[in-house]
């Protein structure tokens, strides 16, 4: 089980790197996501993992308002990664069905939307704070080849109204996680 959670790791273990870059005077920055800032994007990021385990476990349907980047950011994110690892490690999670409102998925699928959602948000920290934004080069390759397919205009529109903005164009010089982050609807 846990070689298939590896996107997971990889994409908790790129966005931790980041955040342990964030200080106190930051929490207050815009970030790519116009209507976030440091403290709302870190805020959503944890709790969106958090959500993700208990709808695989079947015991949530929408996510806390807590106030994780209250204290000990790393901490919090720590304690987050080790209850969603330990949830999509678990023997049945990744083969069961969840129903979200916008369709049923498959545990597996459902990780891979919590694996996006923690990597894209960890290069929207990287952009807020002056941070690289070049994150796991190999795991964003495999995200974009899956975003690619996977993301349906269905899903695109303004911020706030839908899950994605409309694709936008990359240089062709730019990085992999560049790349995403700009299929996904972010400027560069």
Not at 50 to 56: D, F, K, L, M, Q
Not at 112 to 126: E, K, N, R, S, T
Not at 178 to 183: C, P
Request: aromatic fraction near 8%; hydrophobic fraction near 45%; proline fraction near 5%.
């Amino acid at each position: 089980m846990e070689n298939q959670s590896r996107p997971l790791q990889r994409a908790f273990a790129s966005t931790r790197r980041v955040l342990a870059e964030v200080g106190p005077e930051q929490l207050d920055v815009a970030t790519p996501c116009s209507s976030w800032d440091v403290r709302a994007l870190v805020n959503h990021f944890v709790g969106s993992a958090r959500w993700g385990a208990s709808v695989a476990l079947g015991t949530a349907d929408e996510l806390t308002e807590e106030d994780y980047a209250a204290g000990d950011l790393l901490a919090n994110y720590d304690d987050s990664i080790k209850v969603v690892l330990a949830t999509f490690e678990s023997a049945g999670v990744l083969e069961k069905t969840v129903e979200l409102e916008f369709g049923r998925f498959s545990g597996a699928e459902l990780m891979g939307m919590v694996v996006l959602d923690q990597f894209v948000h960890g290069w929207d920290l990287a952009r807020a704070i002056g941070h690289p934004t070049d994150l796991d080069p190999g795991l964003a390759g495999e995200l974009l080849e899956t975003a690619q397919v996977t993301i349906l205009d269905a899903y695109r529109g303004p911020e706030g109204e839908a899950v994605f903005g409309p694709a936008l164009e990359a240089p062709d010089d730019a990085a992999p996680a560049d790349r995403l982050a700009a299929f996904l609807g972010r400027s560069l």
